[in-house]
């Protein structure tokens, strides 16, 4: 007989599915800053506890729900260019005013054909990885002397990303050469970890509105702890397409429960799609 608890947690599962694909991001359900920070108050003031070799313990779940994106104001109106939707600005902890990619000339109406296409071309809309950067910051990190492990209860799926810390450089194996998330190593720059991403597949968005991408995207993560809180910061460059690496920052707030296994993704969409209009229609 399936328990009480169990019937709550599907409840909550199949309500959540529902925010996902009847939301104006489609694959994507909103990112509550603010609501995470509020669980933490005082966070930032705290002492940043520290692992036996000195480094910042970055240990615990900091972040739910899913992805990176842009909030821009456009009128007296928020505007979804990525992970989050536009309920009310006071609800992130982010700045409203996010830059978007700068794509060489040559490439913005191909960025403009995807944006208007996005409910047929966005792989994220069909079930498939986001990919970094888009895959957003880590829901929760296991840090070890050796290596940290990023984990993800994901839109698409529970995801991981194993980065060593041990000074090797990036797989040349070619059975990996392009994959969703990319070829991680870290290092530390005093207290913060950076992750260095290479080998990362076309096949995934920056973000969304036609955000693509080439083969030769180079992603840099930065995460550093301040008390209760990590300062996460991620760059994607693209000297193909971009005319300039692109930035986004975020605060995490440690969070006091646990992170719970996403519900599995099924496209049940695509063969009743009726016309191609999405969520943000003003580019």
Known sequence: ?????????????????????????????????????????????????????????????WHHFFGIGTIQKVGQSFVVGGAFSPQSAALYNAPLDDPEPEYKPEFVAKVKSLNQNQVKEDPALHCMPPGVPRLGPPHQIVQTLKQV??????????????????????STDPETAETY?????????????????????????????????????????RLRRVGDTIQYQVTADDPEVLQKPWTLSRTLTLQPDALEEAAPCVDKDAGHYVTLEHHDNTR
């Open 1 to 61: 007989m399936v328990s009480e608890f169990a019937n709550r947690r599907t409840l909550r599962r199949a309500a959540l599915a529902a925010l996902i694909f009847a939301s104006p991001m489609g694959a994507w359900a909103q990112t509550n800053y603010a609501a995470e920070a509020a669980k933490n108050p005082g966070a930032a003031s705290r002492p940043t506890p520290r692992l036996a070799d000195g480094h910042p313990d970055l240990n615990g779940v």
């Open 149 to 170: 492990i990023f984990l993800y209860a994901d839109s698409t799926g529970n995801q991981w990303r194993v980065i060593p810390l041990d000074g090797r450089p990036h």
């Open 181 to 221: 998330n990319g070829d991680s190593v870290g290092r530390w720059e005093g207290d913060t970890l950076v992750v260095d991403v290479t080998r990362l597949t076309d096949e995934t968005w920056l973000g969304d509105n036609g955000l693509f991408h080439s083969r030769k995207l180079h992603v840099t993560e």
